[in-house]
């Protein structure tokens, strides 16, 4: 299974990105999908999460200003970023939970990451 993000780039203060991450590969069902960031010095962590029936959770320091959606039909899922600050630079990962075959446990899967640079 490999995971496709890009969207990222560079964009001023106040300004809005679109990521997108595409599972491929051998994929019978997937669970959960969401958005990790790591920024310079710090560590990896959660910005949100959607279920397979949609169910959001957003870490507080994007509620309001990023938006999660997901193509279950595609293996896509986005993430609209709107209001950026300076703050949410970092690198970018999208994470799923994969089912390969029926019978088969859920195996975590990183895309590669994608650079997200807000300019104050």
């Known amino acids: 299974v490999q995971l496709q993000a890009s969207g990222g780039g560079l964009v001023q203060a106040g300004g809005s990105l679109r990521l997108s991450c595409a599972a491929s590969?051998?994929?019978?069902?997937?669970?959960?999908m969401a958005w990790y960031r790591q920024a310079p010095g710090k560590e990896r962590e959660l910005v949100v999460t959607?279920?397979?029936?949609?169910?959001?959770n957003y870490a507080d320091s994007v509620k309001g200003r990023f938006t999660i959606s997901r193509d279950n039909a595609k293996n896509t899922v986005h993430l609209q970023m709107n209001c950026l600050k300076f703050e949410d630079t970092a690198v970018y990962y999208c994470?799923?939970?994969?089912?390969?075959?029926?019978?088969?446990?859920?195996?975590?899967?990183w895309g590669q990451g994608t650079l997200v640079t807000v300019s104050s």
């Open positions: 994470y799923t939970d994969v089912k390969s075959y029926v019978g088969s446990i859920y195996r975590p899967y």
């Open positions: 959607i279920t397979s029936g949609g169910r959001t």
């Open positions: 590969g051998s994929i019978f069902v997937i669970n959960a």
